[in-house]
């Protein structure tokens, strides 16, 4: 009852196919977990798993969860997360280490995009008995230029040094630690984060994110 006033107040179409209902809808909400790990990739780059190319409405709703805070996007997108972990890693027992969101940017936005889903998914894998627990241990050290529109080669540089594992969280191994992120490009955050928690002494065995930018060109 409360719902559907809520969506007399607050009507809500997919933004995949505009139908009424959810945010993303089933039909639009299309995942096929598979390795989409950028070639050529930076040095030191996991296998990349991701729930689909990042397009269509999978891409409509990251944009608009990330860029625009839609915080009804979070649970779709995390169900696609947590069905591409299940696949990556089938014996859990490790930790999901979120990448963080620049200061800036995740000041500006208010909210923690990646963690939040991480977090969600991680309750829905909990749920199904999966062995699977966040462990927020990356931290930037120092501010980076924005992405967008950078090469491979000058994202790598941009990024090099830029994350370390949290002092106060350096005992915290035992468990491989597999990165989560939104979206995957050159792989260079990706590589980033994997070489942070390396020198931390985790072992990496992959990354995963919700979806994987189709590259054009080699650069
Ligand atoms: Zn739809």
């Given at each position: 009852m409360l719902g559907a006033l809520l969506d007399l107040v607050v009507p809500q179409s997919c933004v995949g196919c505009g139908s009424s209902g959810a945010r993303l809808c089933q039909a639009c909400l299309?995942?096929?977990?598979?390795?989409?790990?950028?070639?050529?990739?930076?040095?030191?780059?996991?296998?990349?798993?991701?729930?689909?190319?990042?397009?269509?409405?999978?891409?409509?709703?990251?944009v608009a969860y990330k860029e625009r805070g839609e915080s009804a996007?979070?649970?779709?997108?995390?169900?696609?997360?947590?069905?591409?972990?299940?696949?990556?890693?089938?014996?859990?027992?490790?930790?999901?280490?979120?990448?963080?969101s620049s200061r800036r940017a995740s000041r500006g936005r208010g909210h923690d995009p990646v963690g939040r889903v991480a977090r969600l998914a991680v309750r829905r894998l909990r749920g199904l008995g999966w062995d699977v627990a966040v462990l927020p241990v990356l931290e930037q050290v120092r501010r980076v230029a924005d992405q967008a529109g950078?090469?491979?080669?000058?994202?790598?540089?941009?990024?090099?040094?830029?994350?370390?594992?949290?002092?106060?969280?350096?005992?915290?191994?035992?468990r491989p630690a597999v990165l989560v992120d939104d979206i995957v490009t050159t792989g260079a955050t990706l590589a980033e984060g994997a070489r942070a928690l390396r020198v931390a002494g985790f072992a990496v065995p992959a990354a995963v994110t919700v979806a994987a930018t189709r590259r054009r060109s080699c650069r």
């Open positions: 299309v995942v096929e977990p598979a390795v989409r790990t950028p070639v050529p990739g930076p040095p030191g780059l996991p296998p990349c798993w991701s729930a689909a190319a990042y397009e269509g409405p999978l891409r409509r709703a990251v996007l979070a649970g779709p997108l995390a169900d696609a997360l947590a069905y591409t972990l299940a696949r990556a890693v089938p014996c859990g027992g490790v930790w999901l280490v979120p990448v963080p950078l090469s491979a080669t000058q994202r790598a540089a941009n990024l090099a040094s830029s994350l370390r594992v949290a002092p106060a969280l350096r005992g915290a191994h035992g």
